[in-house]
C-alpha cells in the first residue's frame, strides 16, 4: 500500500522559513516523480513544486520560485521542501504527492498534508 | 499560469446526472490529454477519479466519466448518490512543464 506522511509544517514569522518531510513508503520511491501541492482552507488547490525521480529535473511554479526547494533521498525514501522568505500568502496545507513513472502526472496518491501558518 | 475554470458550485438530485465543466486555454487543457479529476470530501485529501482525460484507476466507480473538447474538459457523475458530494478539482500539465488546477466545484446532492 502507498503511504506518504507529511511533518515539519507550524507556525512561522513572515520572513522565516520551515522544511517540510515527506515519507513516502509502499512502492518504488526512487522511480517516480514527486509534487508538493499546497490548499489554502477552503479554496482550490495549487500545485507548488516537482522533482524527477533520480531529482535531476526540478520545477517551480513562479510564486515561489527562488524561495522554495524541492529536494529527495532516495536512500530514505523521503520527499523535501525548503520554504524560505515565508510570506502570509504561503500559508496553507502542503500536499505531498505521488506523480508518474515517466510522465510527471497525474497525482495518484496523496499524503494527510501538513498546515503551514505564516504569521506574526 | 492562470488557473482553471471551473463553476463554483453544481447541485443535483440523486439518481440524476450532473456534469462539471473545465475550461483552460491551448497551453493546458487544450494542448494535452493529461487532464485529471480529484475528488475532495471536506477534511480529507484529494483523492484521484479520472486521469488522461477519461482514464478511471482501478476502485472508481464507472458512475464518473470525462471528456474534452477543445480547451474545456468536463466531469460527469451519472446516478448521482450522496456520498458524492464533495469538493471537485479539474488539473492539466502545462506547456510550462508545471500543472495548473482549477478552482475547484461544491457538488450538493440534494
Known amino acids: 500500500e502507498v503511504q506518504l506522511g507529511e511533518s515539519g509544517g507550524g507556525l512561522v514569522q513572515p520572513g522565516g522559513s520551515l522544511r517540510l518531510s515527506c515519507a513516502a513508503s509502499g512502492f518504488s520511491f526512487s522511480g517516480y516523480w514527486m509534487h508538493w501541492v499546497r490548499q489554502t482552507p477552503g479554496k482550490g488547490l495549487v500545485w507548488v513544486s516537482r522533482?524527477?525521480?533520480?531529482?535531476?529535473?526540478?520545477t517551480y511554479a513562479d510564486s515561489v520560485k527562488g524561495r522554495f526547494t524541492i529536494s529527495r533521498d532516495n536512500v530514505i525514501n523521503t520527499l523535501y521542501l525548503q520554504m524560505n522568505s515565508l510570506g502570509f500568502e504561503d500559508t496553507a496545507i502542503y500536499y505531498c504527492?505521488?506523480?508518474?513513472?515517466?510522465?510527471?502526472?497525474?497525482?495518484?496518491?496523496w499524503g494527510q498534508g501538513t498546515l503551514v501558518t505564516v504569521s506574526s | 499560469q492562470s488557473a482553471l475554470t471551473q463553476p463554483a458550485s453544481v447541485s443535483g438530485s440523486p439518481g440524476q446526472s450532473i456534469t462539471i465543466s473545465c475550461t483552460g486555454t491551448s497551453s493546458d487543457v487544450g494542448g494535452y490529454k493529461y487532464v485529471s479529476w480529484h475528488q475532495q470530501h471536506p477534511g480529507k485529501a484529494p483523492k484521484l477519479i479520472l486521469y488522461d482525460v477519461s482514464s478511471r484507476p482501478p476502485g472508481v466507480s464507472l458512475r464518473f466519466s470525462g471528456s474534452k473538447y477543445g480547451n474545456t474538459a468536463s466531469l460527469t457523475i451519472s446516478g448521482l448518490q450522496a456520498e458524492d458530494e464533495a469538493d471537485y478539482h479539474c488539473?492539466?500539465?502545462?506547456?510550462?512543464?508545471?500543472?495548473?488546477f482549477g478552482g475547484g466545484t461544491k457538488l450538493s446532492v440534494l
Open positions: 522533482i524527477r525521480g533520480d531529482g535531476h529535473d526540478t
Open positions: 504527492v505521488r506523480g508518474g513513472t515517466f510522465y510527471s502526472v497525474p497525482f495518484d496518491n
Open positions: 488539473s492539466s500539465y502545462t506547456n510550462k512543464k508545471t500543472v495548473v
